[in-house]
């Protein structure tokens, strides 16, 4: 039985130092404090304030002229509006970096959860005829380079998000400029952002499908034939981790979550706004 523990543990272990090497290495890097982070940052905060005081400016204009002909005006719209992207412009870089903590958090959590059953509490014989069996081993050594591929790509992936990241706090203030049209770009940021940070989180989770394929038997492949579909399941999971970010995006698009997310923040910043005006004096 020792013997057996141990040949099984060389099936596991394996695996869960891949798992752990994915999760330090998809882990979202917070670049923006880097000297020349915070000077693209500095610089876009400043041009975004520019063209936001323009916008202002010539809204304000209109305003004016229209109120001068008698003409409805809200010059109260004009004033939330202008607030909302002000404190956005210099909030954005902030968020994202709450977004990379929050993004980092999950994925730990997803990531120690690992192959913590007990050896002693697994069907052994079972671990070990799974491991043995030829039929699963010759498609599982076929399905090798597809599957070495794609786990380079979502290795690789987990790299790019941290320039992703860093790009979405460097370019927060021009998206900030969205809320002067209601929306917009602000909308489209905030729904990067949060795939952004939710998807090493997933990834990892279907990482851990994608292994339990490989490693662990299931019952369903006592049947004739089926053992030879794990190795297929395994790459089959790692395709879809691979495209997990465009998934995420095609969610968050058809569930309206940057909309909804935007409607928070309108209704967060009217709140304050309001605060603030109720305490100036009459």
């Known amino acids: 039985m020792k013997i057996l523990t141990w040949l099984i543990q060389l099936q596991l272990e394996p695996v869960s130092g891949l798992m752990q090497a994915f999760t330090s290495a998809g ?44 003409a409805p005006a809200d010059p109260g719209g004009l004033l939330k509006r202008a607030v909302m992207s002000a404190a956005a412009i210099a909030a954005g870089p902030w968020v994202a970096r709450q977004a990379i903590v929050f993004g980092n ?8 959860a690992g192959f913590s059953q007990s050896l002693a509490g697994m069907d052994l014989p079972s671990l070990f005829l799974n491991a043995l069996n030829f039929q699963r081993v010759a498609w599982a050594t076929l399905l090798a380079v597809p599957g070495l591929l794609l786990m380079i790509l979502i290795f690789f992936q987990g790299l790019v998000r941290t320039i992703e990241i860093t790009l979405a706090a460097i370019i927060s203030p021009f998206a900030a400029l969205g809320y002067m049209s209601g929306g917009g770009m602000a909308d489209v940021w905030w729904r990067e952002v949060v795939v952004l940070s939710a998807s090493q989180a997933v990834q990892l989770l279907l990482l851990h499908m994608a292994a339990a394929f490989l490693v662990a038997p299931l019952p369903w492949q006592q049947l004739p034939g089926q053992m030879a579909l794990g190795p297929f399941l395994f790459v089959a999971a790692l395709w879809v981790t691979w495209r997990t970010p465009h998934i995420l995006r095609n969610y968050a698009y058809s569930t309206g979550l940057s909309g909804a997310i935007g409607s928070v923040g309108h209704a967060a910043t009217y709140v304050a706004l309001h605060r603030v005006l109720a305490r100036l004096p009459v």
Not at 105 to 112: H, K, N, R
């Open 105 to 112: 958090l999950l994925a730990d959590a997803v990531g120690q």
């Open 27 to 70: 882990a979202l890097r917070d670049l923006t404090h880097q000297p020349w982070a915070e000077a693209l940052i500095a610089g876009a905060q400043g041009i975004a304030s520019a063209i936001l005081a323009l916008r202002v400016a010539w809204e304000a204009f209109q305003i004016a002229s229209l109120r001068a002909e008698g």
